[in-house]
């Protein structure tokens, strides 16, 4: 991961870390239900950019790297992972 994506994301996270105890607040002071749902939704959403940002990261750094090697076990095993990224994703 380059150092402005690690910046990124970092700061993302910092970002959604706050949103995170501005939900905190929310139950706390028994702010009406489907606004608290409303910004986990928004939380959820900020998690997934990054994650989506991470496996873009993975794909065109580790992954890119794996296929053009010739260590055929590195190649298979990124794509393991890649592939129960996938199959985990789909469980949740």
């Keep these: 991961m380059n150092a402005t994506s690690k910046t990124d994301l970092l700061r993302r996270l910092k970002s959604i ?31 997934n950019k990054v994650n989506v940002q991470i496996l873009d990261d993975h794909l065109h750094g580790c992954l890119a790297t794996a296929i053009r090697g010739q260590d055929v076990g590195e190649r298979e095993k990124m794509l393991s992972e890649i592939a129960a990224v996938f199959e985990k994703s789909t469980k949740l």
């Design 17 to 47: 870390s706050g949103h995170v105890r501005g939900v905190e607040k929310m139950i706390e002071d028994d702010t009406y239900c489907i606004d608290v749902i409303g910004q986990i939704q928004a939380v959820q959403a900020a998690l």
